[in-house]
């Protein structure tokens, strides 16, 4: 594929492409599907994976051109549908994002590390050279950027799923409608108004356990306070959040102030309104070398 007048393989990693594949796919009427992984663990490529009985489903109506996680058979761009996991942490990444954007109709990304930067921006709250030298006996042999970044910092992303991992109902939805041609059903509201639908008891107040199901993306179905126990917000937050007062509940309850702002410092660190919660606004633009932009 051309892209600023050089030729790019399938960004950079389906180089191995099997032209008797391509051949096959040219053919093949079905949508193309293609999976990518950046700075992440895979547990959202095994959500997909998960899927079991509806995989069967899907493989009817989609042709899964790229997914090194399930096949070694690759075919090259351009994809109808792009699944993305992991944010940017490396320029090499910076670079292959752009690549993966140039050869999606639709780009999709799935869970805290591709929406929020993932746990691994705990580091942007921190000195990384300094990180990198307690951890490694040689940091000079590294090579990465300041700071964990979310992939749409870095190109226009279509359809954003949340969680850590991402819910598997959720996954089929989005999925669906691409195929549909029409907006995927995702809530923007709290987890509180999946306790509610539910029937869930609110843990919060019936027990004054902890819980930031207040200020957190609903989409899990409320799995947490329906097993007794407070969320911990790895959806990321909602559309309407109000951080800062329930911070400020947390401490009125009896929290000390450093697990308050642990709490809100986890999978989703890096989402602004989770990260200002307890504190004053940290800078969300340092320049990386790669360029991503806030
Ligand atoms: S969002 Fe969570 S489950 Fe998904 S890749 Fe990142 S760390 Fe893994
Ligand atoms: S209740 Fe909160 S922590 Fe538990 S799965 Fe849902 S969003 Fe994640």
């Known amino acids: 594929m051309a892209m600023g007048g050089r030729t790019v393989t399938v960004a950079g990693r389906a180089a191995g492409a099997d032209p008797a594949a ?38 009817d109506r989609v042709r899964v051109a790229y997914f090194p996680e399930a096949t070694r058979a690759a075919v090259a761009g351009p994809y109808d549908l792009s699944l993305v996991e992991g944010s940017i942490t490396t320029a090499e990444d910076a ?7 140039a050869q999606s109709r639709i780009l999709v990304t799935l869970g805290a590390c591709a929406t929020a930067g993932g746990i691994q921006a705990l580091r942007n709250l921190a000195d990384v050279a300094e990180l990198a030298a307690a951890a490694y006996p040689r940091p000079d042999r590294l090579a990465f950027l300041a700071r964990s970044t979310p992939i749409a910092s870095h190109v226009t992303v279509d359809h954003e799923l949340h969680g850590c991992p991402i819910d598997r109902g959720q996954l089929l939805e989005v999925v669906a409608a691409v195929l549909q041609g029409r907006a995927p059903r ?22 004054g356990l902890p819980c930031l199901g207040p200020v957190t ?9 329906a097993h007794h126990r ?20 947390l401490g009125a309850a009896g929290m000390a102030p ?13 989402a602004e309104p989770f990260r200002t919660a307890t504190g004053p606004a940290l800078p969300t633009s340092v320049p990386d070398a790669a360029g991503g932009r806030p």
Do not use: H, M
């Open 217 to 225: 993306r609903a989409g899990c179905g409320a799995i947490c306070p």
């Open 95 to 101: 670079e292959r994002i752009q690549q993966v954007r």
């Open 186 to 207: 995702i809530p923007s509201g709290s987890v509180c108004t999946e306790c509610k639908r539910r029937g869930t008891v609110c843990v919060a107040v019936a027990d």
């Open 258 to 270: 450093t697990d308050v702002v642990r709490a809100f410092r986890t999978f989703n660190a890096g």
């Open 22 to 59: 391509a051949e096959e796919v040219g053919r093949d009427r079905r949508p193309t599907l293609a999976v990518w992984k950046f700075a992440s663990c895979d547990g959202c490529q095994l959500t997909l994976l998960n899927c079991e009985a509806e995989l069967l489903a899907l493989a």
């Open 230 to 249: 407070g969320c911990y917000g790895c959806f990321g937050p909602q559309d309407t959040p109000n951080g800062r007062s329930l911070a400020s509940l």
